[in-house]
């Protein structure tokens, strides 16, 4: 982040929050909190913008709040993002080393250089290339190849990928507000950033952030990204079916999802009812807390069908040392650690933040905070999710050329399903 006092912000752009933070690294380079922000949003569905007017109106309210607690202007935006269509696909290039057949920085720029430039089809942009491994004459795999001795080395690696119609959405968005658009992380990237730590990744595990509009899963195993995957169901589609099967309206569901729902309704043992009140002279009608927790676990039994289906898919799920951290707002139901570990077969446990800044902590401690916090460590620290990716070659530090003037009073009129993952995007 450009500016005078080395300020980071980032916004969490989600299906019904934006949740944006801003911060700084100290002297003894710890993470210090210097802005926290929370909106509900609005033009968002399954995260994917669809109304550009109303997302602008949630930027400028989200960094309003967060503009009246600094001292300097905010000039660039990083965001956590997560549209339904995003996705990491497969890339490989090789080269021959040079006369001395020793692999050199030149060579891993070259082959870095071929794959951050390389044409997709479909309409796809890359975000963001991450090596996962270095194979020297076939044979010899290095995680830090530089110096070894061979004539040939092969690069692989995962292209983070956005279609270019959300990626132009993003900036209009930005543009309008009147600040520019910085670095776009993917969000199952940033929140495995403040919920995994190294030895995790290590070992191999997944996170499975399910949110409000998406399900979003990344896989890690000996410390690259393996596999992501944004499944277009989470909460909403579940308070829908509680809609439905009570036969009230979205409000009122959403407040039996989060006051009385539970994910598994065999572990529900009394009979207990509540009450919903009807209006307009309707007679009020009772269900048991047991029926609400199978519609519930209905539904979220088929998303976590899904989420072990792209496990499997990731090609290390039985690899995998750890298991499944669970996170997002409709991981607190109760019993879905068990719900998860029954369908998928692999240990699970709550996601609790690994990212401890050096003030402001009751603040950024809860779950709904977690993307936002990897995301901004990832802003302060220039390093993307994965351990094993290298510095860009020629790397050089924004410069934010928009300002921020009236801000509060920035606001102006402005203007599928899920992949399956069973193909790679196409390359040119």
């Known amino acids: 982040m450009a500016s005078k006092s080395n300020l980071s912000v980032v916004i969490d752009i989600g299906t019904s929050k934006l949740v944006a933070l801003a911060g700084r690294v100290t002297e003894l380079g710890k993470m210090e909190i210097l802005g926290v922000a929370k909106t509900p949003s609005k033009g968002i569905k399954r995260g994917v913008i669809f109304n550009l007017a109303d997302v602008i109106e949630s930027i400028t309210k989200v960094l309003g709040l967060l503009d009246d607690q600094l001292e300097d202007e905010i000039e660039v935006v990083d965001v956590a993002y997560a549209g339904k269509e995003m996705k990491t696909v497969n890339y490989q290039a090789s080269r021959f080393t040079g006369e001395g057949g020793v692999v050199s920085n030149f060579d891993i720029d070259e082959l870095y250089n071929e794959a951050k430039n390389v044409e997709l089809k479909s309409g796809y942009r890359i975000l963001k290339v991450i090596p996962t491994s270095f194979v020297i004459d076939d044979e010899i795999e290095e995680l830090k190849p ?51 730590p190294k030895h995790e990744k290590e070992m191999g595990t997944v996170v499975l952030d399910m949110g409000a509009g998406t399900s979003n899963l990344a896989v890690f195993y000996e410390n690259s990204l393996v596999h992501t995957a944004v499944i277009p169901f989470a909460g909403e589609v579940i308070t829908n079916d509680l809609k439905c099967g009570c036969a009230t309206f979205m409000e009122k569901a959403e407040l039996l999802k989060v006051k009385y729902g539970q994910a598994l309704g065999d572990q529900i043992k009394s009979e207990d009812t509540v009450t919903i009140a009807k209006n307009n002279g309707w007679e009020p009608k009772e269900i048991t ?111 934010g050329k928009s300002i921020f003037p009236n801000f509060k009073g920035a606001l102006q009129s402005a203007i599928n399903f899920f992949d399956d993952g069973s193909e790679d995007l196409e390359l040119k």
């Open 146 to 196: 530089v110096g070894v001795t061979g004539k040939k080395i092969e690069a692989r690696y995962k292209l983070v990928v956005i279609p270019e119609v959300d990626l132009i959405n993003l900036q209009r968005v930005f543009e309008s507000v009147g600040v520019e658009l910085g670095e776009v992380y993917h969000s199952s990237l940033a929140i495995a950033e403040a919920v995994l």
């Open 289 to 399: 807390i047991k029926s609400l927790a199978y519609i519930i676990q209905a539904r979220l039994e088929e998303i976590v069908e899904i989420v072990n289906s792209e496990i499997e898919k990731s090609g290390v799920k039985d690899l995998l040392g750890t298991g499944i951290v669970v996170t997002g707002g409709t991981s607190s139901l109760e019993n879905i650690i068990t719900l998860v570990k029954y369908h998928t077969g692999m240990d699970a446990r709550m996601a609790y933040s690994v990212v401890h800044p050096v003030n402001r902590k009751d603040e950024v401690k809860s779950p709904d905070m977690y993307t936002a916090l990897g995301a901004l460590k990832l802003a302060l620290t220039n390093v993307e999710a994965p351990v094993r990716i290298l510095p860009e070659p020629g790397n050089k530090s924004r410069s």
